[in-house]
């Protein structure tokens, strides 16, 4: 018995320097420096992994930095315990160069390039969403539909982060884009807001324009999209049916006739597009 056990632990120990052979130095050493992790580096998590078929690679693509590289399985074990590696483990260079590995918070980068993308200086973006709730129940959405509505505190907030922003980078279009949930759901917080927003943007000698993204059923000629659309220069709506087929049958068969004949009594628009 105290032989099968020392046995045991001598292929534990004989199996950790295979994997530190892998892992770090490469002389079947156990890494007497920083480890990658230690350095700062792990997997970005942004890598979407998918075998190819036919073949024992993996195609993998890094959605922050837009790359797609072919990595064997090795190189996939390795990624997978990339914070084991000792620093100086010539794939990180590898990994590095394919945006596979971060050392740094690419959630804080996102952050930052998007409040650099609302005010780019010839525009001002906000995308503003007065409830997330929702009168479908489309099985492909990721939102969460709680219920609920945009407070006036923070439609004050938002009136005055767009003067600021404004202000600051001098743009000349102000752009809003109507989001949820279903935005049609609060139309007094749309058309109320948007009053504000249009004065705003006059009053800072910027153009003003607007999106919203809707299922389409409560949109009516009363609709305060439509009446703010009726009110711009050039009055466009374009609402956009490609994804029917993955919302529930019933509710589609109900909402086609409904939409379709608030579509004809609104004021112009694009058509829709299938």
Known sequence: MKQRCATSAEEIENAEKKKYMILGTGRGQMPVGKTAGEAGWRASRYNLAARIPDSEK????????????????????LLDEVESLDEHHP????????GLIVNFDELQALSAMARMGCAGGSHVSLTLCPTMGCNFDCPY?????RPGR????????????????????GAKRLSVTWFGGEP???????????????????QQGAEYGATIVTNGYLLTRESPICLIA??????????????RSTIRPGIWRGAVPLMTASWKTCVPFACPSA
């Open 58 to 77: 993996i195609a993998v693509a890094n959605l922050f930095r837009g790359t797609c590289s072919v990595c064997s399985p090795i190189e996939m074990f």
């Open 91 to 98: 794939i990180l260079d590898r990994f590095r160069e394919r």
């Open 230 to 243: 009726a009110r711009s220069a050039t009055p466009r709506l374009r609402w956009t049916a490609s994804v």
């Open 150 to 169: 945009m407070s006036p505190e923070t439609q004050d907030d938002v009136a005055a982060l767009a003067e600021r922003m404004l202000k600051a980078s």
């Open 141 to 145: 959405c990721f939102e969460n539909h």
């Open 184 to 202: 049609l759901l609060m139309p007094d917080i749309i058309e109320s807001l948007s009053a504000r927003l249009m004065a705003l943007a006059k």
